[in-house]
Nanobody, 122 residues
Framework: VQLQASGGGLVQAGGSLRLSCAASGGTVSSYALGWFRQAPGKEREFVAALNWSGTSTYYADFVKGRFTISRDSAKNTMYLQMNSLEPEDTAVYHC????????????????WGQGTQVTVSS
């Protein structure tokens, strides 16, 4: 499956963005899905994941109820709705698909999309 992330941009602190990750060559409902982010000089970190059935979600502690991961099987796309953004959320956000393994570990993911830059100004 190929993944294409989009929706990043520049937003002021407290604002919102919705990231999209369109899949091709496979269906999003066949995989568990995740979002990771990487800030300059830092390691890639887990943000959120959705299990393959779409019934369970998992979030990093720093999300604190601000982000929501979802998918639209009809559009073969997953999303990350990000609200109450903070400057610390500035990073390149990557979407990924998982066939099996630990949701929060980037090494478990089999397929990756290119990143989309999110910049939050103070």
């Amino acid at each position: 499956v190929q993944l294409q992330a989009s929706g990043g941009g520049l937003v002021q602190a407290g604002g919102s963005l919705r990231l999209s990750c369109a899949a091709s060559g496979g269906t999003v409902s066949s995989y568990a899905l995740g979002w990771f982010r990487q800030a300059p000089g830092k390691e890639r970190e887990f943000v959120a994941a959705l299990n393959w059935s779409g019934t369970s979600t998992y979030y990093a502690d720093f999300v604190k109820g601000r982000f929501t991961i979802s998918r639209d099987s009809a559009k073969n796309t997953m999303y990350l709705q990000m609200n109450s953004l903070e400057p610390e959320d500035t990073a390149v956000y990557h979407c990924a698909a998982l066939q099996g393994g630990l949701y929060y570990s980037s090494r478990s993911y089999n397929y990756w999309g290119q990143g989309t830059q999110v910049t939050v100004s103070s």
